[in-house]
Nanobody
Framework: QVQLVESGGGLVQAGGSLRLSCAAS???????MGWFRQAPGKEREFVAV????????YYADSVKGRFTISRDNAKNTVYLQMNSLKPEDTAVYYC?????????????????WGQGTQVTVSS
């Protein structure tokens, strides 16, 4: 089992930045660590993923160039640096862990999920 706890969400003005953290405990080896988000009235969507080594990342087109995912395996923590935030980035952000070998971009590929952290971007 892997337990994931997100932190770092909050309220920020458009154009601002936030950094989300996801601390993992338990059986923490995961080939993929990803971030998803769910806006009100919408389905949960993929945001970003990094493989175990951290040298391969993949982003949704909507956040590419603005968000950066990284991981510190010594601390069992993955981060999502979010810059140039827009009101449409408002959502609950979830951290997830997958044992898939290769990039995992689908919800069904992730076995472990955090409880989510709210990010609200005001215009």
């Amino acid at each position: 089992q892997v337990q994931l706890v997100e932190s770092g969400g909050g309220l920020v003005q458009a154009g601002g930045s936030l950094r989300l953290s996801c601390a993992a405990s338990g059986r923490t080896f995961s080939a993929n660590m990803g971030w998803f988000r769910q806006a009100p009235g919408k389905e949960r969507e993929f945001v970003a993923v990094t493989v175990w080594s951290g040298d391969i990342t993949y982003y949704a087109d909507s956040v590419k160039g603005r968000f950066t995912i990284s991981r510190d395996n010594a601390k069992n923590t993955v981060y999502l640096q979010m810059n140039s935030l827009k009101p449409e980035d408002t959502a609950v952000y979830y951290c997830a862990a997958s044992r898939k070998i290769g990039i995992a971009r689908m919800e069904s590929e992730y076995a472990y999920w955090g409880q989510g952290t709210q990010v609200t971007v005001s215009s």
